[in-house]
């Protein structure tokens, strides 16, 4: 039974799936626009408002917290440098879904992930 069970699985086992988000937010961070299945954008959307919410408030405990969730520690950097104070007055909301046409080659249904400015 999948009673109360929550997330995606997106096809993959748990290390690949994390490892997979890990990067996807490293970088929307990094290029502040990624392209991607909607799948993976409604996954990947949630973990990406946390993350930004954590560059707000640049505490060391933040610091930390984004560092062990994001793999380069430039993107850690611009994350509390630029994209938290960017945000510092906006209460939620740091991204928009924008869905596209499908793929070509396997039709799967594509989104736009961006940060709002």
């Known amino acids: 039974m999948r009673h109360r069970v929550s997330g995606r699985k997106l096809g993959r ?3 690949s799936r994390e490892a997979l988000m890990s990067n996807l ?10 392209t991607t299945t909607e ?9 990406a408002e946390k993350i930004i919410s954590k560059g707000r408030d640049a505490t060391l405990g933040n610091r ?5 969730a994001l793999p380069d520690k430039r993107v850690v950097k611009r994350l509390f440098d630029e994209i938290g104070p960017r945000y510092a007055n ?3 909301g740091y991204t928009r879904m924008i869905k596209l046409m ?5 039709a799967a249904p594509m989104a736009l992930l961006e940060l709002v400015e």
């Open 39 to 47: 799948a993976k954008a409604r996954a990947v959307q949630p973990i």
């Open 102 to 106: 499908p793929r070509k080659g396997d």
């Open 13 to 15: 086992r748990t290390e």
């Open 64 to 68: 930390r917290i984004a560092l062990a």
């Open 25 to 34: 937010v490293s970088q929307l961070l990094r290029h502040e626009r990624i």
């Open 90 to 92: 906006r209460p939620g």
